[in-house]
């Protein structure tokens, strides 16, 4: 519903930066504002701000692949169009006022084509930046100590992914890549906290490379996940999902996939590594899938479990931090926020989580939340980075504390 009132906004503003195209085109030369000019541009670009739109409607195929990521781009370059076409618009008009600025000098055409050459210059570079960084995967390393008896372990190496949002933007190259990137590091343990999927297993590539693929993960003790928001299958158009209030669902093959990929998916269950450390996977908390109509507090997952034991959590957003430390566990692992992904959303995300990405302490427990392999939406990354994170986790056995 929300997409519905959204979309006069988007042609709004769409009209807007196209009008100004129109007569920052003529302005470069007068042949450029002639009509079959102003009607190629147009078509160009309506084509373009139309095509996340005409690849949800077209069927599922190579082709509707080709438009998709064309629209997902276009959705981050348009949103660096506008910032800087606003941006100068509006220091035009505060320039204006100042009576040491010359307003023939501000009026003259030459500075109008200078000032939207830099704007689209700017819109280019900053997008071409944003698919580059968004293709660099970077390992971050933590080292925590938790003040319990490991049993038969005296540390643990975990790799934490999350959000690769395997669809249209993510493949077979960028698993593989992750791959690489966590059997550097000899992991324990490997842990995804959700969003696996991009809302859609007929988006993937390749099902059963990219399964072939994850199967390359070398853990001594496994690899676990747990779902997040977007392991249902539902149709998405710019970010917004449809289908109204039914009970949304991973598709079953999505679950045949993980298991394909030698994943455990774990659905407000746990497991026991080595006999010694706790690893409770909870469902997304907006939607927990498939057999879950409310998932348990965070008391009610600790209470099954042996609280001397050290206590992992898998959960995909850092809800309930505060609720989870006090009930006794000590790592909580997550993922979801993509750290904002795309200046500006990484300023508005440290402002909404309060652990948007890295390591916070909680009393005894520590949250630790990874900005996500993949991507969501624009295939780009600003002011972000993409990563796996690779923590080493000490356990301190009580007469060692004394």
């Not at 009008?19 to 504002?33: I, S, T, V």
């Not at 890549?177 to 809302?199: C, Q, S, T, Y």
């Not at 690899?223 to 977007?230: D, F, I, R, S």
């Not at 479990?305 to 566990?329: F, I």
């Amino acid at each position: 519903m929300i997409a519905v009132y959204l979309a006069p906004v988007y042609l709004l503003v769409n009209l807007y930066v196209l009008r100004w195209l129109f007569r920052w085109l003529g302005a470069c030369h007068e042949r450029l504002g002639r009509p079959w000019a102003r009607g190629t541009a147009a078509f160009v670009y309506a084509f373009f701000a139309a095509a996340v739109l005409i690849g949800f409607l077209m069927p599922t195929g190579r082709a509707a692949r080709a438009v998709r990521r064309i629209g997902n781009w276009w959705l981050g370059a348009a949103l660096y169009l506008i910032l800087t076409v606003a941006f100068a618009d509006a220091l035009r008009l505060l320039l204006r006022r100042c009576p040491w600025v010359s307003r023939e000098l501000l009026s003259s055409r030459r500075t109008f084509v200078l000032a939207g050459a830099a704007c689209i210059l700017a819109t280019i570079g900053v997008s071409v930046y944003g698919l580059i960084q968004a293709g660099i995967l970077h390992t971050t390393r933590y080292e925590i100590t938790v003040e319990k008896d490991g049993g038969a372990l005296d540390d643990l190496r975990v790799v934490l992914a999350a959000d690769l949002h395997l669809g249209y933007n993510t493949g077979c190259g960028r698993m593989a890549e992750m791959v690489r990137k966590i059997n550097e590091e000899h992991p324990d343990l490997v842990v995804i906290a959700g969003d696996i999927f991009d809302n859609s297993y007929e988006a993937l590539d390749d099902p059963e490379q990219l399964a072939s693929i994850l199967r390359g993960i070398q853990s001594r003790y496994g690899v676990y996940a747990c779902y997040g928001n977007h392991d249902v299958e539902e149709k998405v158009l710019a970010g917004f999902t449809f289908g109204g209030g039914r009970e949304k669902a991973s598709d079953p093959r999505m679950d045949a996939f993980l298991e394909q990929a030698g994943i455990r998916l774990l659905r407000e269950e746990y497991a026991l590594i080595a006999d010694s450390v706790y690893l409770y996977g909870r469902p997304d908390a907006r939607r927990p899938g498939r057999g879950i109509a409310v998932r348990k507090t965070p008391e009610e997952c600790m209470a099954e479990l042996d609280r001397s034991k050290p206590v992992l959590v898998l959960d995909h957003e850092p809800r309930e931090l505060q609720e989870l430390a006090d009930a006794g566990a000590d790592v909580d692992l997550c993922g979801h926020t993509h750290d904002g992904q795309m200046f500006p959303g990484n300023l508005i995300c440290r402002l909404t989580w309060e652990n948007a990405c890295g390591c916070l302490k909680k009393g005894n427990m520590y949250n630790i939340v990874t900005s996500g392999v993949g991507v969501f939406g624009p295939n780009m990354r600003v002011g972000t980075q993409a990563e796996i994170c690779s923590i080493t986790i000490h356990f301190q056995r009580p007469e060692t504390a004394l």
